[in-house]
T-cell receptor
């Protein structure tokens, strides 16, 4: 079965520290992986995606993600967290048959001053 | 501006009273879908449409209907809402189901409460 797992419900970091939000996936065929962010009372905003090529993908707002095929992971990272990064983050994979996005359960990132 | 527009943003209704949540996109996207977001469950797909007049069930279709008469519009219909349909709903669109590498664009969400 195709699925996405985000093992942490919440991640807490201090402002200025590096952050990592974890994601692992299971999909048949080539994985097309995405990260989205949701701010309070807002829709989901696209951050970045992995299609093929370089395992380190750079995206919006200084975020990047590292694709690891052997570990079937796609962790979201940022070298220096900002308080304004506090939000709900979703990892997703595009299903190989229907084209739908399969989402993880989401990870709340809390960045404290 | 490229966008997906949902209406209404907030809705409180009573059990059994039919309602429609509208969704419109201005990007000429073929693929549209509806998701519901519940705490701890992430987003789950309700219905999707690969093109005009082509719709299919997602993971949680019970109690919902959709239609796709025009490319830009994809309304979600709850014929007889029940309290377990209280949730946050998102409409999304993307270029096509074939172009799996393209990202989806999401509406602002509709928070539905059924009492």
């Amino acid at each position: 079965a195709q699925s996405v797992a985000q093992p942490e419900d919440q991640v807490n970091v201090a402002e200025g520290n590096p952050l990592t939000v974890k994601c692992t996936y299971s999909v048949s065929g080539n994985p097309y992986l995405f990260w989205y962010v949701q701010y309070p009372n807002r829709g989901l905003q696209f951050l970045l995606k992995y299609i093929t090529g370089d395992n380190l993908v750079k995206g919006s707002y200084g975020f990047e993600a590292e694709f690891n095929k052997s570990q079937t992971s796609f962790h979201l990272k940022k070298p220096s967290a900002l308080v304004s990064d506090s939000a709900l983050y979703f990892c997703a994979v595009r299903a190989s048959n229907t084209g739908k996005l399969i989402f993880g359960q989401g990870t709340t990132l809390q960045v404290k001053p | 501006e490229a966008q997906v527009t949902q209406n209404p943003r907030y809705l409180i209704t009573v059990t059994g009273k039919k309602l429609t949540v509208t969704c419109s996109q201005n990007m000429n996207h073929e693929y549209m879908s509806w998701y519901r977001q519940d705490p701890g469950l992430g987003l789950r797909q309700i219905y999707y449409s690969m093109n005009v007049e082509v719709t299919d069930k997602g993971d949680v279709p019970e109690g919902y209907k959709v239609s796709r008469k025009e490319k830009r519009n994809f309304p979600l219909i709850l014929e007889s809402p029940s309290p377990n349909q209280t949730s946050l709903y998102f409409c999304a669109s993307s270029l096509s189901s074939v172009n799996r590498h393209t990202e989806a664009f999401f509406g602002q969400g509709t928070r539905l409460t059924v009492v």
